[in-house]
């Protein structure tokens, strides 16, 4: 059973990605709190299990490009990536999901990206769901990824009880037969999450399922979407984003 798609917000659902990305370094602290204090209402981040069983806060799996650190998320224990510089900043660092939990609690809507490679269980799935359950987030989370394996395993271990998206684009890095939403029908998902690319009139009137697309940076865009029938919008800017979507209602009423 797939339950709905935050129905007591209103729409459309606006993510920052990896929080306010255009003005703080991307999955921080600092990211986050940048929309919270501009009143976006919803937060995008990526979540991986370190080697010490801690879910941390960033987006690649390589640490390389974030950190010049040449080792992988999942081969470092907590204690070391706590102490990690981000893109050579020294108020940068990378969060635990906890952390974030902790200190926005329902005050936003969650995407959260699952970050595993492979087919196997490696405790990532349940681990989130206990995180979400300790924090009471259950109508405020949704739960993504572009490995349907992982989100099937989330499905399983939360029993549907939180909405759930498979991720797709036309990257050469996603296996052709994920490139057109079709993890769908493996990770049995409520959710679509298509690249801003894959996106066409046609598309989206023969959608079945709530879409939300990444990564939207044009407000006007954005707008003539929504009024095609997109619900959501994963954005760099999404304080931007927001202030157009006000301004049409804002004009809709005068008129």
Excluded at 225 to 231: A, D, I, K, L, N
Aim: with cysteine.
């Amino acid at each position: 059973m797939n339950v709905p798609l935050f129905p007591d917000v209103p729409r459309p659902l606006i993510f920052g990605h990896r929080g306010c990305t255009s003005h703080a370094v991307e999955n921080t602290m600092q990211a986050f709190q940048h929309c919270f204090d501009h009143q976006v209402i919803g937060i995008e981040l990526d979540v991986h299990r370190c080697q010490s069983g801690q879910l941390v806060v960033i987006h690649d799996h390589d640490l390389n490009r974030l950190t010049h650190l040449e080792k992988t998320v999942e081969n470092v224990p907590w204690e070391q990536l706590r102490l990690l510089s981000l893109q050579d900043s020294s108020e940068a660092h990378i969060p635990l999901l906890e952390q974030v939990f902790s200190t926005f609690t329902d005050r936003f809507i969650y995407d959260v990206e699952l970050k595993q490679e492979g087919i196997h269980d490696t405790g990532l799935a349940a681990a989130v769901w206990n995180m979400i359950q300790q924090y009471a987030l259950e109508k405020s989370v949704l739960v993504s990824s572009f490995n349907p394996f992982a989100l099937r395993r989330f499905n399983q271990v939360c029993n549907y009880a939180v909405p759930t998206a498979v991720i797709y684009s036309e990257d050469p890095e996603v296996p052709r037969f994920l490139r057109h939403g079709w993890g769908k029908h493996i990770a049995r998902s409520s959710v679509l999450k298509p690249d801003i690319s894959l996106l066409n009139a046609h598309m989206i009137t023969r959608k079945r399922s709530p879409m939300i697309t990444w990564t939207i940076n044009d407000p006007e865009l954005a707008y003539q979407y929504y009024r095609q029938g997109v619900e959501g919008f994963i954005s760099d800017d999404p304080i931007a984003l927001q202030k157009t979507f006000l301004t049409s209602v804002e004009v809709s009423i005068k008129q």
